[in-house]
């Protein structure tokens, strides 16, 4: 059984910091491509960042990009996405996803269908 859990979310003041992991098991890890995507009350789900497998690839959405970093350790079956410089707009609840490759096209694994697996989520408030 394919599980992906999700944690380090917590209440930060804007401009603060935060590490959310998220831990595969059921899969093997090394063999997919990993996304992050969050929520925000009424809107939907939205990409935040992407990495593929070897990890030598990764993208972001405009709105993260040179606050965010996404990772994996693909020995420990998990994702990282490192979050700096906070903003009350990136209040959300964040997921992570997995699936298998089937494109080279970062937009692909931009949008939340191209995933088949997901996290639970964990809350992410930001308050200014």
């Known amino acids: 059984q394919v599980q992906l859990v999700e944690s380090g979310g917590d209440s930060v003041q804007a401009g603060g910091s935060l590490r959310l992991s998220c831990v595969a098991s059921?899969?093997?890890?090394?063999?997919?491509?990993m996304g992050w995507f969050r929520q925000a009350p009424g809107k939907e789900r939205e990409f935040v960042a992407t990495?593929?497998?070897?990890?030598?690839?990764?993208f972001y959405a405009d709105s993260v990009k040179g606050r965010f970093t996404v990772s994996r350790d693909n020995g420990k079956k998990t994702s990282y996405l490192e979050m700096n410089n906070l903003k009350p707009e990136d209040t959300a609840v964040y997921y992570c996803?997995?699936?298998?490759?089937?494109?080279?096209?970062?937009?692909?694994?931009?949008?939340?269908?191209?995933?088949?697996?997901w996290g639970q989520g964990t809350q992410v408030t930001v308050s200014s």
């Open positions: 059921g899969l093997s890890l090394s063999l997919f491509v």
């Open positions: 996803a997995a699936t298998l490759p089937k494109s080279s096209d970062d937009n692909y694994y931009a949008r939340p269908l191209a995933y088949g697996y």
């Open positions: 990495i593929r497998r070897s990890g030598d690839h990764k």
